[in-house]
């Protein structure tokens, strides 16, 4: 049972109350009523400060199960509590309170009360940067719209100008000058991190394990990260381990972040009997720089010096996390632009014979074929059900499989959405599944409602799994989805793709396949 809290006035609350107190399970959605409503920053704030102060308040009354954000009729933003009750009476009570505070419609209150609970909501506020809370996802969302959006709108209302509130608040948040804000502590990770909408700074002596198991539940089973190698290749920047290799596209960003650690975070300077090679010494922009040419003092709009001796890349098995080490700082980076078979192959060349990881990497995507007959069209949905589950971009609780192979499925074999992050929402992916048995190419007119599909559902990602080739028309209609509809196709698996990734991923394979005894 989902109960919504600007519906709750309406309810029989003597059988909400009988409901709820049977021990079952059911939800509590609070509207953030703004999202995709508003044009103003500071209207989704206030949501997110709003839904934030309600949410931790009912804590003390529940048992949370769980909580995430979700679609609501297509077109509503609500954040969806699942829980179970363990105070029925004052549960009741604060729901009924809080229904009228945000409805403005009055009954066992009034105006004095609202104004009040205005109050509750700004000492709460406050205590952003000083409490511990259960759903700190909402805190983030409020940080990042307030530092890329509303900041501005205050601004320009200001009475006295826009450089003097932005010289009051730096002076307070010297770290939101540079896009960065203080993580809220979570109960489940009582330690500091930084967040933007870019990346994440997890400080000395905190585990970073810990903290994307915390804030993106990325389980630390689930994740290896590895010391990676940094290549210049065809202009870009790329980053390869035993696992994998990605395009790393993230330089400005990385050095805002260390800018922001070497001016704001880290106080302690270089000693001075630590003597560091001049040829190893770059500015903001990556360029060499003479040490005798250093300004003796370092502000804001300065360029920094970065020793490239000090900075340690790790990528995960998957790709899909890079973080880096610099004077002691994590900065954590989500990428999703891992090289294909022929880059890699391209890359190798490249290197060879100087580089052997990438020789690894190809001779375990070709070293056996799969025999798809020994499939049929459930066993090969059931196969990229498990492919999908244990991919790490994806949030595995949320995967949904749409009945057998030849039900009615509107055009979704499988869904699912992406992991939990604090500077981005949950987004949903579709995929089809197409065994074939024969030689038969997959087409664009095979999967002809794909559009209407993507559309009706509000899916960001669509994608393709088949046993055989995939012809240009339908390359060309998912190229149109990207580019006319900024939706991700990068998860498209014909039958070469899919046994490159079998053949690196053995414990899947194994499960679907007869062992090759050679």
């Known amino acids: 049972m989902n109960y919504i809290i600007t519906d709750f006035q309406e309810l029989d609350i003597e059988i909400f109350k009988k409901e709820i107190s049977k021990g079952i399970e059911f939800e509590i959605s609070f509207p953030l009523s703004s999202i995709g409503y508003s044009q103003s920053r500071i209207d989704v704030i206030r949501d997110y400060s709003e839904v934030s102060f309600c949410s931790e308040k009912i804590v003390q009354y529940i048992t949370v199960l769980n909580s995430n954000f979700i679609i609501r009729d297509k077109y509503y933003t609500d954040f969806k509590i699942r829980c179970i009750a363990i105070d029925v009476e004052s549960l009741t009570d604060e729901l009924l309170y809080f229904s009228e505070m945000i409805n403005g419609e009055f009954i066992l209150y009034d105006e004095l009360d609202r104004m009040s609970f205005l109050d509750e909501i700004s000492e709460h506020e406050e205590n952003y940067n000083k409490g511990v809370f259960v759903f700190p996802e909402l805190i983030n969302n409020y940080w990042a719209n307030l530092i890329n959006g509303a900041y501005w709108e205050i601004a320009s209302e200001y009475y006295e100008s826009e450089s003097k509130f932005f ?16 993580g809220p502590l979570s109960n489940k990770f009582k330690e500091t991190i930084y967040f933007s ?6 400080p000395p002596n905190s585990n970073t394990l810990s903290a994307l198991k915390a804030y993106s539940g990325i389980e630390e089973k689930d994740l290896l990260l590895e010391d990676s190698d940094k290549i210049e290749y065809k202009g870009r920047t790329v980053l390869i381990n035993n696992f994998t290799a990605v395009y790393f596209n993230y330089h ?5 972040a260390i800018k922001c650690t070497e001016i704001v975070l880290n106080r302690n300077k270089t000693p001075e009997n630590n003597k560091i090679n001049e040829s190893n010494t770059l500015n903001l922009f990556g360029e060499n ?14 360029d920094i010096n970065i020793y490239k001796t000090k900075i340690k890349y790790k990528l995960s098995e998957y790709g899909d996390v890079v973080t880096i080490e610099y004077n002691k700082f994590t900065h954590v980076f989500f990428v999703n632009n891992t090289l294909n078979f ?6 190798h060349a490249f290197l060879f014979p100087a580089y052997s990881k990438t020789q690894n990497l190809i001779n375990m995507s070709i070293s056996e074929n799969c025999n798809w007959q020994e499939l049929n069209d459930d066993i090969f949905e059931e196969l990229c059900y498990d492919i999908l589950y244990c991919h790490p971009y994806f949030d595995h609780s949320t995967i949904q ?7 009615r499925d509107g055009g979704r074999d499988i869904t699912i959405k992406t992991r939990k992050n604090p500077t981005k929402e949950q987004e949903l992916y579709i ?3 197409k065994f074939f048995s024969d030689d038969k190419s997959l087409s664009a007119t095979k999967i002809a409602n794909a559009g209407n599909v993507i559309m009706q559902y509000g899916a960001k990602g669509y994608g393709v799994f088949t046993t055989t080739v995939i012809d240009a028309t339908l390359y060309d209609m998912l190229d149109g989805f ?12 014909s039958k070469y793709e899919l046994e490159r990734h079998l053949n690196q991923y053995q414990l899947i394979k194994n499960k679907y396949f007869k062992k090759n005894e050679g």
């Open 401 to 407: 499989k749409m009945g057998k192979s030849r039900s």
């Open 197 to 202: 909408t870019e990346s994440w700074i997890i």
């Open 167 to 182: 010289n009051k608040t730096y002076k307070k948040f010297p770290e939101h000058r540079f896009g960065f804000w203080k």
């Open 252 to 256: 400005e960003q990385l050095l805002n």
């Open 289 to 302: 720089i003479n040490q005798k040419n250093r300004k003796k003092r370092t502000n804001y709009h300065s």
């Open 431 to 433: 995929f089809q599944c």
């Open 482 to 493: 990207n580019r006319n509809m900024d939706i991700d196709v990068s998860f498209t698996w």
């Open 342 to 347: 022929q880059e890699i192959n391209d890359l």
